[in-house]
């Protein structure tokens, strides 16, 4: 457990990584699921032709935001933990 | 203290990642317009996306489906996506000439069924539910929306090959329309009650065209006149984009708008090109933006910003990127041969418009059938007003 603190802790390379690969294992699980046809709400249409379900809103606001993570927040976070990681080893060899 | 200099100096990470990784995302969904739209005939991604609402209208649990998922939210998106897939598969024909015949079929069963679902169930079948509220102004009770899109299918369907049955049909909203128009001291009929949209009155006014060029060219003058009226009244100083809605005896209800002037500088391309291109201009400095190579329409200009209604669709706020607008820039940005422009919206339509490609077809998730057909007219639009035009041109020489 305290390893899991360490290791997640948001503002390490090692959390922010594994952030970024969680967030896009969600994304994929959900993307082959099919939820991507749920997007259809954000134009006000409902998928099944049925009146909008909270269901279907929630696996909409679900999908767009996974793909926005995969898409814009992970690689950001990946990018800031590589850039930490070398801050880290630079100034550990400077001390 | 450590702690807190560590999270800012994260954030400034942060920060520079973001600054690296922004401006690679528009890289990674940039698309190759010649796989959507290219001069020598229909491009693949076209293709594909013009195959699924052709197989729908095979297809009727398929094509009801796809339909009642608008008609929940709007009916005249049903009725928009009809006209703009029509006027799409009629612009294919004319750049493949050897499907013809196929293009015919489906553009016939569209009208067909139109005509049939307008015949049954009413006027108001097509139109919001306001439409019941009060009593059209004009004689005729009738929406210039619907009039003036079905003979704008209409002629589309001629301007490829003639049929008896639908030249009729055309000559008869013509009449009706143009007699509409004439009640108005703007020469401009309703949409709905007491409500004139520039939409439908530029669409009638491009059937009106298409019927004088298929046949003896007798509303000349009622054309022009109606051009003169509009130029003099509806011209909104400050953007110089035309308004675009109005009552029937011309008092302005609503401002210059994405949602209507896109299309509407697509009809006038008909009736006056120079015109058309100078409100495709302006509309494009109002309303045509991007970020980073993604681009978008706003629904209203800076300079004059007016009530949203259901036409504009959904309008994500700061960056004030508006469906409705995005959408119809396609088209205009297809019919104004701007390909830049036409790219950006592309790019954007890749990142945020959800494609799903399987099967043989290509839909936006995001969208739904009237997107869509607005999307593939984009993509084609152009050798249909070329043809009607020509067909123009060699009429007159042979008058001379």
Redesign the interface.
């Known amino acids: 457990m305290k390893r899991w603190n360490r290791t997640s802790a948001f ?1 390490s390379s090692k959390g922010m990584l594994l952030r970024a690969i969680l967030g896009s294992i969600v994304f994929f699980i959900i993307h082959f699921l099919g939820w ?5 709400i ?11 379900s909270t269901f279907g809103i929630f696996k909409m606001v679900t999908y767009v935001s996974s ?1 926005l993570w995969f ?2 927040m992970a ?3 990946i ?2 933990a ?3 990681w070398i ?1 880290n080893k630079i100034s550990n060899s400077q001390s | 203290m450590k702690k807190i200099k ?2 800012i ?2 954030f400034l ?2 920060f ?3 600054s ?3 401006p690679c ?1 528009n890289f ?1 969904f940039k698309v190759d317009i010649n796989s959507y739209r290219t001069k020598e005939g229909i491009a693949p991604k076209t293709q594909l996306l013009a195959q699924r609402q052709m197989r729908n209208w095979e297809n009727y649990s398929k094509k ?2 796809d339909i ?3 008609r ?3 009916a005249e998106w049903d009725f928009m996506g009809r006209t703009f897939f029509v006027l799409s598969l009629a612009n294919m024909a004319c750049m493949e000439p050897s499907k013809t015949e196929e293009y015919l079929n489906t553009i016939d069963r569209v009208i067909d069924d139109t005509l049939e679902l307008e015949k049954k169930k009413g006027k108001y079948y097509f139109l919001m539910d306001y439409a019941r509220d009060s009593e059209f102004l004009s004689k005729q009770k009738r929406s210039i929306f619907i009039d003036g899109e079905i003979a704008l299918m209409l002629g589309a369907r001629r301007l490829l090959e003639e049929k008896q049955t639908y030249k009729k049909e055309m000559e008869k909203r013509i009449t009706l329309m143009i007699s509409q128009m004439k009640q108005s001291p703007v020469l401009s009929a309703e949409s709905y009650p007491d409500e004139c949209w520039l939409f439908c009155n530029t669409a009638a006014i491009a059937s009106i065209k298409i019927g004088d060029i298929l046949g003896t060219g007798e509303n000349v003058e009622f054309i022009n006149e109606w051009l003169e009226v509009l130029k003099a009244n509806f011209i909104e100083p400050k953007t110089g984009l035309l308004y675009s809605s109005y009552s029937v005896d011309g008092n302005i209800y609503q401002g210059p708008e994405g949602s209507s002037i896109w299309f509407a500088a697509h009809c006038l391309q008909l009736v006056d090109e120079v015109f058309a291109r100078t409100q495709y201009r302006l509309a494009k400095e109002e309303l045509a933006r991007h970020v980073m190579d993604f681009g978008y329409a706003k629904e209203w200009p800076s300079s004059y910003k007016t009530g949203s209604d259901v036409d504009s ?2 309008v994500i706020p700061f960056l004030e990127i508006s ?1 409705g607008s995005s959408g119809l820039a396609f088209v205009a940005a297809g019919a104004f041969d701007d390909d830049i422009y036409l790219q950006k919206l592309l790019t954007a339509v890749q ?1 945020a418009g ?1 494609p ?1 490609e399987k099967n043989g077809e290509l839909k936006y ?4 059938q009237v ?1 869509d057909a607005v999307l593939l007219y984009g993509l084609v639009v152009g050798p249909l007003w070329e043809k009607a035009k020509s067909l123009e041109a060699n009429k007159y020489e042979k008058v001379e």
């Open positions: 503002f991507r046809e749920y997007t259809t954000l134009c006000g249409s409902a998928p099944t032709g049925e009146a909008l793909y898409w814009v690689p950001i976070l990018l800031t590589g850039l930490l801050s | 560590k999270v100096f994260v990470l942060f520079i990642a973001g690296i990784w922004l995302l990674l009801e489906k009642s998922k608008m929940v939210v709007n669709g959904p469906a990142f959800f799903i998730g995001a969208s739904n997107g």
